[in-house]
């Protein structure tokens, strides 16, 4: 089924990411035959669905890929019969998701001082709108706090809440 016959509200929710779609394909066919996986990503995507019509609003969230993405993820293990070790999975999903932060890393030294202060500035920037977010968007992230230590060049910050944390808690898993 192409993403935009999925069976969703799109005015509350938005899809996964083409990255997300690769990397969910990509572990069906290492477990499965071409058929089987076939079948089973047609499940995977009603089972997103699924799990989307529970779920809090966020479609006007700057930055959905942190969250419908792993939604993704989750009804891919929730549909797979066969549940593979965490470890064998891990660094697909890692690559998937972190893979970006990973190309930044060939750019930016965060043991430079001058590239974690720009870094400092970003995730700033980031709190920022999460703040503003969160006004409209309850369930959406929320970023804590944010400090740049210009003597000791160190960013730090921290998240309160996390919509994929509570979804993993609401479905148990």
């Not at 019509?53 to 006007?60: F, N, R, S, T, Y």
Request: contains cysteine; glycine residues 6%.
């Amino acid at each position: 089924m192409k993403e935009n016959e999925l069976p969703m509200d799109r005015t509350r929710h938005a899809v996964y990411t083409r990255n997300a779609k690769r990397c969910v394909q990509k572990l069906l066919s290492r477990y499965y035959d071409e058929g089987t996986a076939a079948r089973l990503w047609e499940k995977i995507q009603l089972q997103y669905c699924e799990f989307l019509k529970d779920e809090p609003a966020l479609a006007g969230v700057k930055v959905t890929v942190s969250i419908y993405d792993p939604i993704l993820i989750f009804a891919w293990y929730a549909v797979v019969p066969d549940k593979p070790p965490l470890g064998e999975v891990q660094q697909d999903i890692y690559k998937s998701f972190f893979g970006s932060f990973d190309a930044l890393g060939k750019i930016f030294d965060l043991n430079r001082k001058r590239d974690n202060g720009l870094a400092g500035r970003i995730f700033q920037k980031v709190s920022d709108l999460r703040v503003k977010e969160s006004e409209r968007f309850p369930a959406s992230f929320r970023m804590g706090s944010c400090t740049y230590d210009r003597e000791n060049g160190v960013v730090r910050y921290s998240y309160t809440r996390c919509p994929n944390a509570e979804f993993a808690k609401r479905h148990h898993m």
